[in-house]
């Protein structure tokens, strides 16, 4: 499977280090968003985006209203989505889950975790 | 009848007396209020000042602390490209170190070649066993290429803890939340003291907020991998929740 990675983050610093991640765990199709708005335009433009990782708190439209808004949509309902955010207190990862978030992720991460989640939500999907 | 009104008049002129008494009694006390009022009011003043004061430097404080979330964004996008800088350098490095360890290959294979070809010629074999013994570059080159991924890990470890300026400004702007909502209360404290005050604190707001800006105030950088444990645990139990409740609805 060719997967083709949209990182939403207002970060700049964030995004980054996850590209940078992601390039060094092979995968080198990576777009960016810098919100979940931004994110939505980039999957309506790129048929091809099949991953998302987006972090939570972001200005405009955030991670978890960027899941409801993807889940919410027959044609996004299954695409992948790590989560991947500071955010971790357990009713915030609850109300994740309850959004259908594919996996979730505390910062700072290590790409350990990062390769881990991947390979755990990759494997339910196949 | 008369006797009765001269009565009444007396108990009348007794009550004003004692209104007297009890006022020469009391003028004393509210003599030592009014004083107190007197020096209590530039008091009040005085905290009704420093409030203003403070109020009106909140903003500044406020600036001040997105100055520093985008200075440290600033200096860690510059670190990020360097980093990228060295990687690519290092990988440049690292080819062209392949390139001659193959070429030095080659030339073992050329030099084993024409030992090959003069293997009665002493001085020849002598000339090749000393090249051979003086011949490092391969051995050397293995060295330095083990290096390079030690290199590479480290420079890589760099870019990750560098998610500590993300963590950072979100901490920084639960700072600025707070130092905001400070603000608030006090420009209605002054609001309830003196509104004109409250004009000259709303007049000297010019600091911005990014609009919709929204943060974790318990952001916290953490490696120690615990919170990831426990988020895992989460969703785990959840998953379990979620499977048995399917499996209750089949059998229900």
Request: hydrophobic share 40%; net charge negative; no cysteine.
């Amino acid at each position: 499977m060719s997967l083709k990675f949209l990182v939403v983050d207002d970060s700049v610093t964030m995004r980054r280090i996850v590209a940078n991640s992601l390039k060094n765990l092979g995968y080198d199709n990576i777009i960016e968003a810098v919100d979940g708005k931004d994110a939505l335009a980039k999957l309506a433009a790129d048929p091809a985006i099949n991953f998302v990782i987006t972090d939570w708190n972001m200005p405009v439209f955030t991670g978890l209203e960027l899941t409801k808004s993807l889940r919410s949509d027959e044609k996004y309902a299954k695409i992948p989505i790590l989560m991947v955010t500071t955010r971790g207190v357990k009713e915030d990862i609850i109300e994740a889950l309850q959004a259908k978030v594919s996996n979730y992720i505390i910062k700072p991460f290590t790409p350990q975790v990062l390769k881990e989640k991947i390979d755990q939500i990759l494997a339910n999907v196949q | 009848m008369k006797n009765l009104n001269m009565s009444q008049l007396f108990e009348k002129l007794n009550d004003v007396k004692s209104l007297f008494i009890y006022g020469q009694k009391i003028i004393p006390v509210l003599q030592s209020l009014v004083d107190f009022m007197q020096e209590t009011v530039p008091l009040l003043e005085n905290i009704n000042h420093s409030i203003a004061d403070s109020t009106s430097k909140i903003p500044r404080a406020t600036d001040q602390i997105n100055n520093v979330t985008n200075a440290t964004e600033l200096a860690t996008t510059e670190i990020l490209d360097l980093v990228d800088v060295i990687s690519n350098n290092l990988s440049t490095i690292d080819n062209s170190l392949k390139d001659i360890t193959e070429k030095e290959k080659i030339k073992s294979s050329v030099i084993e070649k024409l030992k090959a070809l003069l293997p009665d010629n002493a001085e020849a074999m002598q000339l090749f066993q000393e090249y051979k013994d003086n011949d490092v570059t391969i051995s050397q080159i293995e060295k330095l290429s083990e290096v390079f991924p030690k290199i590479q890990n480290d420079t890589y470890n760099i870019t990750l803890s560098l998610q500590v300026q993300d963590i950072t400004s979100q901490q920084l702007a639960a700072v600025n939340h707070l130092i905001e909502s400070v603000q608030t209360k006090l420009a209605s404290l002054i609001h309830d003291i003196d509104d004109t005050n409250l004009k000259e604190v709303q007049s000297s707001e010019n600091y911005s907020t990014p609009e919709g800006a929204t943060f974790d105030p318990n952001a916290s950088y953490d490696k120690s991998g615990d919170r990831q444990d426990m988020i895992d645990e989460i969703i785990q139990s959840e998953n379990q929740k979620a499977s048995q409740d399917e499996i209750d609805k089949l059998f229900s």
